[in-house]
Every structure is written in C-alpha cells, then in structure tokens.
Nanobody, 117 residues
Framework: QVQLVESGGALVQPGGSLRLSCTAS????????MGWYRQAPGKQRELVADIASRGSTRYSDSVKGRFTISRDNAKNTVYLQMNSLKPEDTAVYYC???????????WGQGTQVTVSS
C-alpha cells in the first residue's frame, strides 16, 4: 500500500506564496506520475498540475504562470510552489501518484490552503 503524506497548507493573504510537499512511501517513485489536485467546497476535484516520471508537466489554465510543480525522485517527493495566490485558490489540495503498471491512483489525505485577508 502506497501512502502519500502532504504538508505545507496554511492560511495566507492574497498575493502570498506557499509551497506544498508530498512524500510517497515507495521504494522508488521514479516511474510514477505525480500531481496535485484541489477541491473547493461544493465543487468537483480538479487537476492543478502534474509531472510525469521524465519531468514533463501540465498545468490547469487557472494556475499557469503562478504555480510550479517539481519532483525530487531521490526523496520520493513532489512539490507545488504557489505564488501570487488568489482567494479562488482556496481549497483542499490532494497529492496523487499513479502506478505506471496498472494506472492505479493513490491519494493523500489532503492539506487545506486558505487565501484570505
């Protein structure tokens, strides 16, 4: 069973920055695609950004130019650097890891990000 442990969520003012981290309990996360999703109250969970095993990235249009996803395979960790935060970024952020063999998705427990003055 793969466990994903997220950290870094907090209350931040508009225009501020946060960095989320997610560490996977894997022998090696190298082959896994990893990503961040978010879910705001009353809304469906949506992709924020993901990063393939070889490093290619995708971003939702709403965060392009403000958020950066990266990974450190030696630490089995994926990061989400969030800059210029807006109130509409408020949500629970979930880490995701996808098994490359069977495409099974693993999820973290979520970390709350609140952007408010």
């Amino acid at each position: 069973q793969v466990q994903l442990v997220e950290s870094g969520g907090a209350l931040v003012q508009p225009g501020g920055s946060l960095r989320l981290s997610c560490t996977a309990s894997l022998k090696s996360a190298t082959g896994y695609a990893m990503g961040w999703y978010r879910q705001a109250p009353g809304k469906q969970r949506e992709l924020v950004a993901d990063i393939a095993s070889r490093g290619s990235t995708r971003y939702s249009d709403s965060v392009k130019g403000r958020f950066t996803i990266s990974r450190d395979n030696a630490k089995n960790t994926v990061y989400l650097q969030m800059n210029s935060l807006k109130p509409e970024d408020t949500a629970v952020y979930y880490c995701n890891a996808r098994n490359p063999l069977n495409l099974y998705d693993y999820w973290g427990q979520g970390t709350q990000v609140t952007v408010s003055s």
